[in-house]
């Protein structure tokens, strides 16, 4: 790939002709580089919005169950099941899951999660995280399934719906409020407040004008360049009076206790309860296209190599009237290396008429 970033400096058409040769060197104004932000929806199938949370029966069974849950958008047996995103708690003190090592104290996968995200979110073993105004200890992470996405998660976009007994809540995250991104090792974060599509909802019992809850900061924390959220276990876990959904979060100690599927009921329980619930999630993509104009002036290209044009055996013009009226047809374009070794080939939708009186520019495009 080196080669195409730094040698793309000459151009050479299936057709020889001109004084200068089949090998044209292009000028820094020939390539032109530009860049395009697409965006898609998250989920399979292009699913806008996911409404159906099904997990494996398989992975309650094994070891995996204790660090995360896979979430599928249908039966994880069906043909066109794909895991959508992953959930797993987190807890600073390895309180709601059963010790690896009953001799050594802490040694739970529960802390070993909050241990793995830290690094990689603050790069400091030292460091807390801090949601809003709330300097938290437990968190549950949304990690989204790499085959889901194509660059990062656009913020801003997004709404996810989730619900208690009796409380349907829709948390997205303040980037419109806050256009001024904070930073950590994992790049851009941005809280997660009530509301939806980027747009805050506040109420004076729920929530205060952040869109936080009342007495445990935000609800957590998106990080777009990584696809991650980070949820604030002690806001789902508040009354409704103040923000919370009363998820109850459980934090025994050497017990599992399968905080996960909390998330995965709260979901399904949104989805079932309004009918129009569900997570909704895009994604965002920078394309960079290089575009290439190559350029057959009127003296250039109009004689050709052809076997059809020139003879084999004595290189001779084959037809008088080809002497002084050359008539070549373009069909190809092909991109060469100081060395002239062939990089990339560009073939036309039809043949280009090329003579004397003729000038051709043929744009070629290349995305990465």
Same mark, same amino acid.
């Not at 104290?105 to 070993?112: A, F, H």
């Not at 913020?155 to 007994?165: C, D, F, K, L, Q």
């Given at each position: 790939?080196?080669?195409?970033?730094?040698?793309?400096?000459?151009?050479?058409?299936?057709?020889?002709?001109?004084?200068?040769?089949?090998?044209? =060197?292009?000028?820094?104004?020939d390539?032109?580089?530009?860049?395009?932000?697409?965006?898609?929806?998250?989920?399979?199938?292009?699913?806008?919005?996911?409404?159906?949370?099904?997990?494996?029966?398989?992975?309650?069974?094994?070891?995996?169950?204790?660090?995360?849950?896979?979430?599928?958008?249908?039966?994880?047996?069906?043909?066109?099941?794909?895991?959508?995103?992953?959930?797993?708690?987190?807890?600073?003190?390895?309180?709601?899951?059963?010790?690896?090592?009953?001799?050594?104290?802490?040694?739970?996968?529960?802390?070993?999660?909050?241990?793995?995200?830290?690094? !990689?979110?603050? +790069?400091?073993?030292?460091?807390?995280?801090?949601?809003?105004?709330?300097?938290?200890?437990?968190?549950?992470?949304?990690?989204?399934?790499?085959?889901?996405?194509?660059?990062?998660?656009?913020?801003?976009?997004?709404?996810?719906?989730?619900?208690?007994?009796?409380?349907?809540?829709?948390?997205?995250?303040d980037?419109?409020?806050?256009?001024?991104?904070?930073?950590?090792?994992?790049?851009?974060?941005?809280?997660?407040?009530?509301?939806?599509? +980027?747009?805050?909802?506040?109420?004076?019992?729920?929530?205060?004008?952040?869109?936080? =809850?009342?007495?445990?900061?935000?609800?957590?924390?998106?990080?777009?360049?990584?696809?991650? !959220?980070?949820?604030?276990?002690?806001a789902?876990?508040?009354?409704?009076?103040?923000?919370?959904?009363?998820?109850?979060?459980?934090?025994?100690?050497?017990?599992?206790?399968?905080?996960?599927?909390?998330?995965?009921?709260?979901?399904?329980?949104s989805?079932?309860?309004?009918?129009?619930?569900?997570?909704?999630?895009?994604?965002?993509?920078? !394309?960079?296209?290089?575009?290439?104009?190559?350029?057959?002036?009127?003296?250039?290209?109009?004689?050709?190599?052809?076997?059809?044009?020139?003879?084999?055996?004595?290189?001779a013009i084959?037809?008088?009237?080809?002497?002084?009226?050359?008539?070549?047809?373009?069909?190809?374009?092909?991109?060469?290396?100081?060395?002239q070794?062939?990089?990339?080939?560009?073939?036309?939708?039809?043949?280009?008429?090329?003579?004397?009186?003729?000038?051709?520019?043929?744009?070629?495009?290349?995305?990465?």
């Amino acid at each position: 790939m080196a080669d195409q970033k730094t040698a793309q400096t000459s151009r050479a058409v299936a057709t020889q002709g001109g004084t200068r040769g089949a090998y044209i =060197t292009l000028d820094a104004s020939d390539k032109v580089l530009s860049t395009d932000s697409v965006t898609a929806a998250m989920w399979s199938d292009n699913t806008p919005t996911l409404q159906v949370f099904q997990t494996s029966s398989a992975q309650v069974t094994s070891a995996v169950k204790e660090y995360y849950t896979s979430v599928y958008q249908t039966a994880s047996t069906g043909v066109t099941a794909a895991i959508q995103f992953d959930i797993a708690y987190a807890n600073s003190k390895g309180s709601g899951s059963v010790p690896l090592n009953p001799l050594v104290v802490g040694t739970t996968p529960t802390r070993i999660n909050y241990g793995s995200y830290r690094n !990689l979110i603050l +790069g400091d073993e030292n460091a807390t995280f801090i949601f809003g105004n709330y300097s938290a200890s437990d968190f549950y992470c949304l990690p989204i399934e790499r085959a889901r996405y194509k660059q990062s998660i656009l913020p801003g976009t997004w709404t996810m719906n989730i619900s208690g007994s009796s409380l349907n809540l829709s948390l997205t995250d303040d980037s419109k409020i806050n256009t001024v991104a904070n930073f950590s090792d994992a790049g851009r974060y941005y809280n997660i407040i009530s509301g939806s599509a +980027g747009v805050v909802r506040t109420t004076s019992d729920q929530s205060d004008a952040n869109g936080w =809850t009342l007495a445990s900061g935000s609800y957590g924390w998106i990080l777009p360049d990584v696809d991650l !959220l980070l949820l604030n276990a002690a806001a789902l876990d508040g009354a409704v009076v103040g923000g919370g959904i009363a998820l109850g979060t459980a934090t025994s100690n050497g017990t599992w206790d399968d905080n996960s599927a909390k998330i995965v009921s709260a979901l399904r329980l949104s989805a079932d309860a309004s009918g129009s619930g569900g997570f909704t999630l895009n994604s965002k993509e920078d !394309l960079s296209s290089d575009f290439i104009f190559c350029r057959a002036k009127s003296q250039e290209y109009n004689y050709s190599s052809n076997p059809s044009f020139i003879s084999s055996s004595t290189g001779a013009i084959l037809f008088d009237s080809f002497i002084d009226n050359p008539t070549t047809y373009i069909t190809t374009v092909g991109l060469y290396n100081n060395s002239q070794e062939l990089l990339a080939v560009a073939k036309l939708s039809r043949p280009l008429e090329k003579d004397f009186t003729k000038e051709l520019l043929v744009r070629v495009k290349l995305d990465f």
